[in-house]
């Protein structure tokens, strides 16, 4: 699995139509790399958002991929991503400038920064179900949007009821664009979102100018930022951190509320395992306040969250561009190139998870559960882990523990439960619950 002189055979597999590959398929087909891994192995080449590239399976390949970065690989995303996102984002940046920058956006993220966000978002969640209770029967997945764009806008930009303003109906737009063919015509999604973008943009500068002119503020993430520094003392720039601020509502948001109506559907299908949960609030008592440190006495939803993270996880892998030719299982993987790491298809590999399409949270009752670095990688790993990785474990634990302490639901018949795969995972009806109180 190093760089090599020898010429390798690269990965088999098809490049589809000429110019847009099989990016068709990729979007729309929630099967699309299992079936070709049925076909062709670990291993298989395609053409996707008009690049060569090679799909990778498995712990081997997750570890292959992800110590080599800056090295063998860097990130690198679809154009229509990389223009929506904008160059300033973290998620595009690298080496020096990705390590200094990312040690800034950190520390909105540090653990006494988490710790104050709590019970702003216990505020929040205790509104939105008090709502769902009242309307009784709902399609849950646009509500639970909702609620997170109103999370996240709160705890990062300081915004209330966000999801009522046009900054929703803009950021609505921008994500149905990410993943899609980047054709900048008006009726297209891309043309669309690149339009919400730009009115983003706007509003984006005019809180964080407003917020420059007021007095110093760490209630949330970018009172945070407009003072944090890197170890030279630079501060973000105005262009700069408008794009930082698009991604982290992004990644606060888009990824979070998959997570969340994947727990909801897992637990009305599996009501064994929900009623675990509500045991353990009953014995750590239900008058036990939910804050941050409380929430870690929490073992066993901690289990629960992990294995809907395994079985549903929000994002189905990573691009890398190949800064080197390589080799990897027998196969060359050129220069220029790019790789796709799967974490959806890993978590499903019956080797490193025995019974992997049964939920079962056991599986990560001990330390032996759970598996060698790749094997197990929802929020990605190495030096480009998910910076919000905690700020999504801490809403969704207190989302869960909130809900399974006063709350129950049931899905209502005659809906598709299958999940659409873009932007990501989510049932196809929109998940249609009959909600009350206990």
Same mark, same amino acid.
């Not at 020898?6 to 790399?33: Q, R």
């Not at 948001?253 to 929900?274: D, G, K, N, R």
């Not at 993270?309 to 027998?330: H, S, T």
């Given at each position: 699995?190093?760089?090599?002189?020898?010429?390798?055979?690269?990965?088999?597999?098809?490049?589809? =139509?000429?110019?847009?590959?099989?990016?068709?398929?990729?979007?729309?087909?929630?099967?699309?790399?299992?079936?070709? $891994?049925?076909?062709?192995?670990?291993?298989?080449?395609?053409?996707?958002?008009?690049?060569?590239?090679?799909?990778? &399976?498995?712990?081997?390949?997750?570890?292959?991929?992800?110590?080599?970065?800056?090295?063998?690989?860097?990130?690198?995303?679809?154009?229509?991503?990389?223009?929506?996102?904008?160059?300033?984002?973290?998620?595009?940046?690298?080496?020096?400038? $990705?390590?200094?920058?990312?040690?800034?956006?950190?520390?909105?993220?540090?653990?006494?920064?988490?710790?104050?966000?709590?019970?702003?978002?216990?505020?929040?969640?205790?509104?939105?179900?008090?709502?769902?209770?009242?309307?009784?029967?709902?399609?849950?997945?646009?509500?639970?949007?909702?609620?997170?764009?109103?999370?996240?806008?709160?705890?990062?930009?300081?915004?209330?009821?966000?999801?009522?303003?046009?900054?929703?109906?803009?950021?609505?737009?921008?994500?149905?664009?990410?993943?899609?063919?980047?054709? %900048?015509?008006?009726?297209?999604?891309?043309? &669309?979102?690149?339009?919400?973008?730009?009115?983003?943009?706007?509003?984006?500068?005019?809180?964080? !100018?407003?917020?420059?002119?007021?007095?110093?503020?760490?209630?949330?993430?970018?009172?945070?930022?407009?003072?944090?520094?890197?170890?030279?003392?630079? !501060? =973000?720039?105005?262009?700069?951190?408008?794009?930082?601020?698009?991604?982290?509502?992004?990644?606060?948001?888009?990824?979070?509320?998959?997570?969340?109506?994947?727990?909801?559907?897992?637990?009305?299908?599996?009501?064994?395992?929900?009623?675990?949960?509500?045991?353990?609030?009953?014995?750590?008592?239900?008058?036990?306040?939910?804050?941050?440190?409380?929430?870690?006495?929490?073992?066993?939803?901690?289990?629960?969250?992990?294995?809907?993270?395994?079985?549903?996880?929000?994002?189905?892998?990573?691009?890398?561009?190949?800064? &080197?030719?390589?080799?990897?299982?027998?196969?060359?993987?050129?220069?220029?190139?790019?790789?796709?790491?799967?974490?959806?298809?890993? $978590?499903?590999?019956?080797?490193?998870?025995?019974?992997?399409?049964?939920?079962?949270?056991? !599986?990560?009752?001990?330390?032996?559960?759970?598996?060698?670095?790749?094997?197990?990688?929802?929020?990605?790993?190495?030096?480009? %882990?998910?910076?919000?990785?905690?700020?999504?474990?801490?809403?969704?634990?207190?989302?869960?523990?909130?809900?399974?302490?006063?709350?129950?639901?049931?899905?209502?018949?005659?809906?598709?439960?299958?999940?659409?795969?873009?932007?990501?995972? $989510?049932?196809?009806?929109?998940? &249609?619950?009959?909600?009350?109180?206990?």
């Amino acid at each position: 699995m190093t760089a090599t002189n020898n010429v390798k055979p690269v990965p088999p597999g098809s490049f589809g =139509l000429p110019v847009i590959g099989e990016s068709l398929a990729f979007v729309t087909d929630g099967k699309f790399a299992q079936k070709r $891994h049925q076909k062709y192995g670990d291993v298989f080449k395609t053409q996707i958002f008009g690049q060569p590239t090679v799909v990778l &399976k498995g712990a081997d390949a997750n570890r292959f991929v992800l110590t080599q970065e800056n090295q063998s690989f860097e990130v690198t995303w679809p154009t229509s991503t990389r223009r929506l996102l904008g160059n300033a984002s973290l998620a595009l940046q690298h080496g020096a400038e $990705h390590q200094s920058r990312r040690k800034i956006l950190y520390q909105a993220f540090q653990p006494r920064a988490l710790a104050s966000y709590a019970e702003t978002m216990l505020a929040i969640t205790q509104r939105y179900v008090r709502a769902w209770t009242q309307t009784g029967e709902l399609t849950w997945y646009p509500e639970l949007r909702k609620y997170t764009f109103d999370v996240a806008c709160k705890l990062l930009v300081g915004v209330d009821n966000a999801s009522q303003t046009r900054l929703c109906d803009d950021f609505e737009t921008w994500c149905a664009g990410l993943f899609m063919l980047p054709i %900048e015509l008006p009726w297209t999604r891309f043309g &669309k979102a690149m339009k919400a973008r730009s009115q983003m943009m706007v509003e984006l500068e005019r809180l964080i !100018r407003q917020r420059q002119q007021m007095p110093a503020s760490q209630t949330d993430a970018l009172g945070l930022l407009l003072s944090a520094e890197d170890e030279n003392g630079d !501060r =973000l720039g105005l262009e700069e951190l408008k794009e930082q601020v698009l991604l982290l509502l992004f990644a606060g948001h888009e990824t979070l509320t998959s997570a969340i109506a994947s727990f909801c559907l897992l637990m009305a299908q599996y009501p064994e395992v929900f009623a675990k949960v509500r045991a353990e609030q009953e014995s750590l008592g239900v008058d036990l306040p939910l804050t941050f440190e409380n929430l870690k006495q929490m073992t066993y939803l901690e289990q629960v969250l992990k294995e809907v993270l395994r079985l549903i996880p929000p994002v189905g892998g990573g691009f890398r561009r190949v800064l &080197k030719a390589c080799e990897f299982q027998g196969y060359q993987i050129p220069e220029g190139w790019t790789v796709l790491y799967q974490i959806g298809s890993t $978590h499903s590999d019956g080797q490193l998870y025995p019974n992997p399409d049964q939920f079962d949270p056991e !599986r990560f009752g001990s330390e032996a559960g759970s598996p060698a670095f790749g094997g197990y990688v929802p929020f990605g790993a190495g030096l480009r %882990e998910c910076l919000g990785k905690e700020f999504a474990r801490l809403e969704m634990k207190l989302f869960a523990a909130l809900l399974a302490r006063e709350y129950t639901w049931e899905l209502l018949p005659n809906q598709d439960l299958s999940l659409a795969a873009v932007p990501t995972p $989510h049932p196809q009806d929109g998940l &249609k619950v009959r909600f009350g109180r206990r």
